[in-house]
């Protein structure tokens, strides 16, 4: 982590970039509007020693100097080329195969979208095989230090809202950036979702924050149909908002719980919509716990990624908050808010149902102890530097 001008240079999302446009022809970074993605391509930019073009798809001098002949435009470019806000110009990306194809190219590819490609019909299959993705997430406990944990966790990652010099700042920013995401973001992929009616959804989920989805409680709550806060879930994960945590399938010979969890990806956010405005507040909140939940979560999701997370339930009430395979093992992460974490009974039904490694409990305090042989408590400021990998 490097401080520069009250900014956090992001080297190791530098370093990914590099190493996989060093292998594939387009990289897409993805992640959230406002989540640092534009100032990461320059940052990447500046290191390069060639030709660099950036196109801003939100501007209309931007889009204007592509409409006439793109395909021409985009082939006789040389060095890096940059495409910002893609997902406001579908119809780029079936332009783009041919040239990522023609072995005379002369130009790489930055993509930067602020829409998960599940909303961009036709791009996966487009661009298949000639893109590699790298998500990229408000700031981690990694990037900003652990002494900075409590700060993280109040304002949340986005880079503008951690970095305000006080609490009246950052909620300044965060009403800002909820309106213009509901009235101008949404729109801009196509969504015709009535941004009332969406911020009342993604209010009421904050309070649901952490929960098993329940399509038809939030549909009665809203008194719409089941199908449409469905919609409105999928917008809201489609465009990095919330996660939808998938429940573990196995043949246990028990009743599981088969809906997903939801989480509101970013502490800040989250807070913002729960009315949360200062530390104090946070400790007293109702919502204090789910929200370390899913804080801790999101910490353990950046570091080792979420192709292989889900959360597990029984109906008898056995449950793990996360359950990751990693490195050739399966590990377990209960996450709670102590001084002191201990074992539960839930941990060891747990623990032997999905015949885990290790599981570990990850709490605020700065030290990590062993529970028993394959339990643990484990600060959340060591995360990462946690080693997942099975008999190490």
């Known amino acids: 982590m490097n401080n520069i001008h009250g900014t956090i240079v992001r080297t190791q999302l530098i370093e990914s970039i590099q190493k996989r446009i060093d292998f594939t022809p387009a990289v897409a970074l993805l992640g959230a509007r406002q989540v640092g993605k534009t100032t990461l391509a320059r940052d990447f930019a500046a290191q390069l020693d060639e030709p660099v073009t950036v196109f801003d798809l939100e501007r209309a001098s931007d889009r204007a100097a592509l409409q006439a002949d793109p395909e021409r435009i985009l082939s006789e470019l040389e060095g890096l080329v940059?495409?910002?806000?893609?997902?406001?110009?579908?119809?780029?990306?079936?332009l783009l195969r041919p040239i990522l194809d023609d072995p005379g190219r002369r130009c790489r590819f930055l993509l930067l979208g602020s829409a998960s490609w599940d909303l961009i019909q036709g791009v996966s299959e487009t661009l298949a095989g000639r893109i590699s993705f790298i998500d990229v997430s408000g700031f981690s406990l990694e990037e900003v230090g652990g002494e900075n944990q409590s700060a993280l966790w109040l304002k949340g990652g986005f880079p503008r809202a951690y970095l305000a010099p006080d609490d009246a700042l950052w909620q300044l920013w965060m009403e800002n950036f909820a309106r213009t995401f509901l009235e101008r973001d949404i729109p801009g992929v196509g969504s015709k979702v009535p941004p009332e009616a969406l911020a009342r959804f993604w209010r009421m989920l904050a309070h649901y924050h952490g929960q098993t989805w329940n399509a038809n409680e939030l549909a009665r709550s809203m008194d719409v149909s089941r199908s449409t806060v469905t919609r409105y879930r999928d917008l809201l994960a489609g465009t990095f908002m919330i996660r939808v945590l998938p429940p573990w399938f196995e043949n246990l010979g028990k009743r599981l719980v088969k809906s997903p969890k939801v989480y509101l990806r970013d502490s800040g956010v989250l807070h913002h919509l729960l009315g949360i405005q200062t530390s104090h507040q946070l400790h007293t909140h109702p919502r204090y716990g789910a929200s370390w939940e899913g804080f801790a979560l999101e910490q353990l999701l950046m570091k080792f990624g979420d192709r292989n997370a889900y959360f597990y339930a029984t109906q008898n009430g056995s449950e793990l908050d996360l359950f990751l395979?990693?490195?050739?093992?399966?590990?377990?992460?209960?996450f709670k808010c102590t001084d002191a974490p201990k074992t539960t009974k839930s941990m060891h039904t747990t623990s032997a149902d999905l015949k885990l490694d290790h599981l570990f409990v990850v709490y605020p305090g700065s030290r990590r102890y062993a529970l028993n042989e394959s339990m643990s408590a484990l600060p959340l400021v060591d995360v990462p530097d946690l080693v997942l990998l099975k008999d190490v």
């Open 82 to 94: 940059v495409l910002d806000e893609v997902q406001r110009a579908p119809e780029l990306f079936t």
């Open 325 to 334: 395979m990693h490195g050739g093992g399966r590990y377990g992460f209960e």
